[in-house]
DNA sequence: GGCTGCCATGCCGAACTCGCATCCGTCAGT
DNA sequence: ACTGACGGATGCGAGTTCGGCATGGCAGCC
C-alpha cells in the first residue's frame, strides 16, 4: 500500500532500494508514489535526481503525518493481538454475593495471575439484576443461578456447578452432630431467610418437601444470618459455596435432597453477542475454581459437576 | 476504503445508515467491515444484532486507533492545501548584502502580509556561497548576481533586474554636481575595492574601459566605504540596489555604460528540484519589489527591467 | 401471518495492482 | 567522446479486488 511504498522511499531515498527492501518491483513502488501524487494533487512528494530521489516540500510536510498513520495502525495490530492473547482489555463481570465467598475470587486470582494485562472491573448484584445488566452490555460476563426465578433461557449459559443445600442449625441443636437430614424433619422450625416468603429464594425447596417453612426472621445479610442461627432463633438454607465461611458456632447439616440439585450455578453471556477472548478464559478460571473448592464441606461427599458447557434451549 | 466504513458503522450502528452516508451501498459496507475483520483476524469487529450492528470489545479496542489515522490523513490534507495555497510551510531564502538594502525588505514585507503562515528564515552571503547552499538543500532561493563569476549555468534562473552603477565621490571632488560620467575619467583616482584585485567584483567594469583601477583601500562592508569615500581617501562603486542608502555626504554619479548593464540580478533555485508555491510567490514578491524600489536614484532615469523569467542554458 | 428492516452473499463488469520487459536520461570510466 | 551502469518511467498482460445489483435469510412488529 501506498503508505509502506512512501515511508520507505522517504527512508531510503530511493524507488529501487525501497523496493528491494519492501519485497516489491521497482515498477511497483514508481506506481504507488506516482498514484500517491496524483492523489494529493499537490504536486510531486519527491524530485527525481539521477542518483535516487529526494523529498520536495510537500513530502515533507507528509512525512510526520504518514509516520503517525504508521504508528496508529501498528498500535491497533498490537492491541488487538493482545486482546487475542488475553494480555490486554477489559473484563467487566457480575457475581451473586455467595459466589463471591470463594468461587469469584478464586477464579479472579488465577485469571489476574495469568492475564495481568486485562483489566477487571467486578459487580455484586442478584442474578435478575445482573442479567439486566448483562442485556444493557454493562457487563461481559454474569455469574448467576436459577434462584431467583430469572428468565435465564435468552442467555448463553456455562455450566459451573450444581450446588447441594445444607441447614444451618445453632451448636446445641437436636440435629447437630447428626448426619445429613431431609429437609423435612425442620417443617415446623422457626427459619431465618432474605424474604418473607419463599418463593424465588432457597427455601423454594421447601415447598417441594410438601411445607411451607414459617420464617421468623427477614434477614437478607449473610454475617447477619449466621448470628440469628447462632443465638438460637432459627434454622437457615446455606448453599454450598457459603459453606466455607461459616462461623464455628454453627453447625452444617447437608440437606438429603431426592431428584434434583437445588440450583444450579452459570456463568451468562448475552446470546449471538461475540465475547471477547478474556470472557471464555474467565469463564475457563471459573470452572477450575469450582474444581479448587470444597464446596463438598464437612459431612458430605463432593458433589460432582459436569466439566461441559451447556446452552439452555 | 476501510477506515471510513468502520468509522462510520461504528458512528452509526448500522450499515445500512453508514453505506447511505457514505454514498455506497449497504453491501458494499458489509464486504468493507467483512475483510477488515478478516484482515484482523481478531474475530468480528462488530456484533451483528436484529437492529443493526454494535461494536465488540475488538471493536471498541480498534475505534481510537482508527480516529488517529483518520485524523492524521485529513491533518496532511489539510497541510498539504495550505502549503499549495501558500499558507504554511517554510521558505528559506538568502540573498547577497546589498539586496539587502531595499529589494528583500520589501519584497519581504509584501510576502509576509501576504502569506502570514509561511515560517520564513533568511541568510546573508556571497553569491558563490548561496549557490553552494542551495545546491546542498540548505536553501529553497538564493538572490544572487552576475558579480562573482560564480556558474549560474546550473541553476534555474528568474530575472529580477539589470543593475545600473553609480559611482560614490565624496561631496567636495571635482566630478560632484557634474552628470553621468564615464569611468575612464575616474582611471586615475584612488579606489575602494573589498578585494585588492577587480577580478570578480563590480570594478571588472573598469577592465572592460580599459584601465586597471588602483585600489588604495580593501574595505568589504558598505557602510565602512562610505566613510572612506567621504573622508576623502577614494571613489568606489556602487550598486543600484545600494544608491538609496548612501549617506548625505557622498554623491552618486551615474555610470555611463556603453552597451551591456553592469551586472544582472537574479532569483535562483536549483534546477530541476520542484519549488514550493511559496518559492514562486516570494519570486512574485521580489518582482514587484523591483518595480517599487527606486533603483534609478537621484540624477538617472530609471532602468527599465524586462518581467520575464529566463533560464540561462 | 404477512410485512419490514437489516445484514450476507452469489454474480458480473469495471478498476486496480503488480510483475515483466523495455525505454530514457544521467553519470562515470576509458 | 563513447559506452556501460544505474535509477526511474511506462506499455502490456494477468490476477485480484471492488462495487453494484439482485436475492436470500433472519428477527421483530403490526
Redesign the interface.
Same mark, same amino acid.
Given at each position: 500500500m501506498w503508505l509502506r511504498a512512501f515511508l520507505e522511499v522517504a527512508r531510503q531515498g530511493s524507488f529501487t532500494v525501497a523496493a528491494r527492501t519492501l519485497g516489491w518491483t521497482q515498477s511497483a513502488v514508481s506506481r504507488q508514489i506516482s498514484s500517491l501524487e496524483g492523489a494529493? *494533487? !499537490?504536486?510531486?512528494l519527491f524530485?527525481r535526481?539521477p542518483r535516487g530521489v529526494?523529498l520536495?516540500? #510537500?513530502g515533507r510536510?507528509?512525512v510526520p503525518? /504518514?509516520e *503517525?498513520?504508521a504508528e496508529?495502525?501498528q *498500535? /491497533? !495490530?498490537r492491541?488487538? #493481538?493482545a486482546? $487475542?492473547e488475553v494480555a !490486554?482489555? $477489559?473484563l467487566r463481570f457480575g457475581a451473586f454475593a455467595t459466589a463471591d465467598a470463594a468461587l469469584v475470587p478464586h477464579a479472579l486470582a488465577a485469571f489476574r495471575a495469568r492475564h495481568p494485562g486485562v483489566e477487571v472491573t467486578r459487580e455484586e448484584g442478584f442474578t435478575p439484576g445482573l442479567l439486566d445488566r448483562l442485556t444493557a452490555?454493562h457487563l461481559?460476563l454474569a455469574v448467576v443461578s436459577t434462584t431467583g426465578g430469572a428468565r435465564l433461557e435468552a442467555y448463553e449459559l456455562h455450566h459451573l456447578l450444581d450446588e447441594s443445600l445444607y441447614v444451618a442449625v445453632p451448636g446445641g441443636h437436636v440435629l447437630a452432630g447428626g448426619g445429613p437430614v431431609r429437609l423435612g424433619r425442620l417443617a415446623d422450625a422457626d427459619w431465618i431467610s432474605g424474604s418473607p416468603r419463599p418463593e424465588g429464594t432457597l427455601l423454594e425447596v421447601a415447598l417441594r418437601q410438601g411445607f411451607r417453612p414459617r420464617v421468623a426472621h427477614v434477614v437478607g445479610e449473610w454475617t447477619a444470618k449466621q448470628g440469628y442461627v447462632a443465638a438460637g432463633l432459627g434454622v437457615t438454607l446455606v448453599p454450598a459455596l457459603a459453606a466455607e465461611s461459616v462461623r464455628p458456632d454453627v453447625v452444617l447439616l447437608p440437606v438429603l435432597d431426592e431428584g434434583a440439585p437445588a440450583r444450579a450455578v452459570y456463568a451468562a453471556t448475552v446470546r *449471538? $453477542?461475540?465475547s /471477547?477472548p /478474556?470472557v471464555e478464559a474467565f469463564v475457563g478460571a471459573l470452572r477450575e475454581a469450582v474444581g479448587r473448592i470444597p464446596h463438598a464441606s464437612p459431612h458430605t461427599p463432593p458433589h460432582p459437576s459436569p466439566p461441559t458447557s451447556r446452552t439452555m434451549a
Open positions: 494529493l *494533487g !499537490g504536486g510531486p524530485d535526481l529526494r520536495t516540500e #510537500a510536510v507528509l503525518y /504518514a *503517525g498513520v496508529a495502525l *498500535g /491497533a !495490530g492491541e488487538l #493481538a486482546l $487475542r !490486554g482489555g $477489559r452490555g461481559d *449471538g $453477542r461475540s /471477547a /478474556a
